[in-house]
């Protein structure tokens, strides 16, 4: 469910139930220095990535397959709820789906095709951890018994299916605990988790002081400045090589070097008109043959 602009003001005074897979260090796509960053004082909230924006748009026929799978009506408004536990407040979860007159929600999901082997068979509880930790949290929040996940999961075709998660109480004190911890020695004080390295888009997300300077390592500068010149070098390495490449193929589509199993292609590839305006361009590969599985 996306937030509201009001929601998303409160974020940076909560823990949410996306940011706990993260603290839990069970997220592929954030660490828990990511999370320090998003809350206060800082504000570094990326921009949406593709798949995060499909996921928006498939969540209304997730949650009406969901409804329809179990027979129940939902809650399409949604519902934003802050913990009234032993947190003392500090958590919060924005349900995709309550269903109606039971202690139950729905959670949509898209899943991209790198990530679809981490998703078992439909009716199960066999998904990504990151995935149970934020429904665990969520139980948690909103006081429910379970949460039912409703996947779009890109395999060879679109594949919908529906799991299964049981409120789980051990699991729901270790993240409530790992929170409440983040929260107390880190965001707190203002000191991101040591030697744990956010992404680089999330720093570059960060909203700078204007007129404010600090000090830095110098020696942090001098390996900047090596591995900007080492990066430079290595790039004007690849593009000679390519260069090379791309003249031994002449104006052929395909290079066969003598492997059984591969060979070297430049097809036509056109990138979408999603951010930019759409263009073509030759893509240089090292690809597996046609005909060769």
């Known amino acids: 469910m996306a937030l509201t602009e009001k929601q998303r003001e409160r974020r940076p005074e909560e823990v949410g139930s996306s940011d706990s897979p993260a603290i839990a260090g069970v997220c592929p796509h954030r660490t828990i220095a990511d999370v320090f960053y998003t809350k206060k004082p800082f504000r570094s909230e990326g921009t949406p990535t593709e798949a995060m924006e499909t996921g928006n748009r498939l969540e209304g026929p997730l949650l009406d397959f969901a409804a329809e799978k179990l027979g129940v009506k939902i809650d399409r408004r949604g519902s934003y709820r802050v913990s009234k536990g032993r947190d003392g407040g500090i958590l919060a979860a924005n349900l995709d789906g309550p269903i109606v007159g039971k202690s139950e929600a729905v959670e949509a999901k898209y899943v991209g095709p790198a990530f679809a082997?981490?998703?078992?068979?439909?009716?199960?509880?066999?998904?990504?951890?990151?995935?149970?930790?934020?429904?665990?949290?969520?139980?948690?929040?909103?006081?429910?018994?379970?949460?039912?996940?409703?996947?779009?999961?890109?395999?060879?075709?679109?594949?919908?299916?529906?799991?299964?998660?049981?409120?789980?109480?051990?699991?729901?004190?270790?993240?409530?605990?790992?929170?409440?911890?983040?929260?107390?020695?880190?965001?707190?004080?203002?000191?991101c988790p040591p030697d744990v390295l956010p992404c680089l888009d999330t720093l570059k997300a960060l909203v700078r002081v204007p007129d404010k300077v600090v000090k830095v390592p110098k020696a942090l500068v001098m390996e900047l400045d090596r591995a900007r010149a080492a990066r430079s070098f290595v790039n004007k390495q690849v593009e000679q090589v390519e260069a090379a490449m791309l003249k031994a193929l002449g104006d052929a589509e395909a290079g066969d070097y003598g492997d059984k199993d591969k060979w070297v292609t430049c097809f036509r590839q056109t990138r979408a008109a999603h951010h930019v305006k759409e263009s073509t361009f030759p893509a240089l590969r090292h690809a597996k043959r046609k005909g060769n599985a």
């Open 117 to 191: 082997a981490d998703w078992g068979p439909e009716g199960t509880d066999q998904i990504p951890a990151s995935v149970i930790v934020q429904c665990q949290h969520q139980m948690y929040v909103a006081d429910l018994d379970r949460v039912y996940v409703a996947a779009a999961i890109a395999r060879y075709s679109l594949d919908w299916c529906l799991y299964v998660i049981e409120r789980c109480e051990p699991l729901i004190d270790t993240i409530v605990d790992a929170d409440v911890r983040f929260w107390n020695d880190y965001v707190l004080p203002g000191v």
